[in-house]
T-cell receptor
Framework: NAGVTQTPKFRILKIGQSMTLQCTQD?????MYWYRQDPGMGLKLIYY???????DKGEVPNGYNVSRSTTEDFPLRLELAAPSQTSVYFCASSYRETGVTYEQYFGPGTRLTVT | AQTVTQSQPEMSVQEAETVTLSCTYD???????LFWYKQPPSRQMILVIR??????QNATENRFSVNFQKAAKSFSLKISDSQLGDAAMYFC??????????????FGTGTLLAVQP
């Protein structure tokens, strides 16, 4: 298993540009998440998904969109990039069934700079 | 809302010595999970140890152990026989056991651990 993979590893965007951060997991996990990590801070939840076709907002969703057309993929879309979106982005996945929640596995992160 | 606080931005330890990282949290829930994650320079988030709030026994994973004080809402991580590879940012995290659909983790701000040879 590759686990959770993210592309790209690094990206520099100009203000107003758009991009999609890719996330794929091969563990057949039903839950997937996007977090952002600002310098000196812990991770904050942007969006999450409990299964294909179902997504919902986390703590800091403004400026982002997600989709979940398959179990494996959970791309994060940035429209009209702003300097405030300069951060490291982590994708994670986990498996949850009735009464039991398993651990979240994280991808290696994408470092995004908006200038 | 739940919060997680790590009051030590940086810590240093000599190789082979023991170090304890502090974490406190605030919640009104009685059932939850607590975690310590390690983030080395590679940025990969690695789960170090997990504690279920309903278990009184402190979790242990090889050289890593926790001191879980539920009444005090304290969850410290002890690293014994520190190794150079332990140098990393360590995050304390909380997850509700009955968090509805989100199942999200709530993170502290991290403690940067340096290991001196």
């Amino acid at each position: 298993n590759a686990g959770v993979t993210q592309t790209p590893k690094f990206r520099i965007l100009k203000i107003g540009q758009s991009m999609t951060l890719q996330c794929t997991q091969d563990m057949n996990h039903n839950y997937m998440y996007w977090y952002r990590q600002d310098p000196g801070m812990g991770l904050k939840l942007i969006y999450y998904s409990v299964g294909a076709g179902i997504t919902d907002k986390g703590e800091v969703p403004n400026g982002y969109n997600v989709s979940r057309s398959t179990t494996e993929d959970f791309p994060l879309r940035l429209e009209l990039a702003a300097p405030s979106q300069t951060s490291v982005y982590f994708c994670a996945s986990s498996y949850r069934e009735t009464g039991v929640t398993y651990e979240q596995y994280f991808g290696p992160g994408t470092r995004l700079t908006v200038t | 809302a739940q919060t997680v606080t790590q009051s030590q931005p940086e810590m240093s330890v000599q190789e082979a010595e023991t170090v304890t990282l502090s974490c406190t949290y605030d919640t009104s829930e009685s059932d939850y999970y607590l975690f310590w994650y390690k983030q080395p320079p590679s940025r990969q988030m690695i789960l170090v140890i997990r504690q279920e709030a309903y278990k009184q026994q402190n979790a242990t994973e090889n050289r890593f152990s926790v001191n879980f004080q539920k009444a005090a809402k304290s969850f410290s991580l002890k690293i014994s026989d520190s190794q150079l590879g332990d140098a990393a940012m360590y995050f304390c995290a909380y997850r509700s056991a009955w968090g509805g659909a989100t199942n999200k983790l709530i993170f502290g701000t991290g403690t940067l651990l340096a290991v001196q040879p």
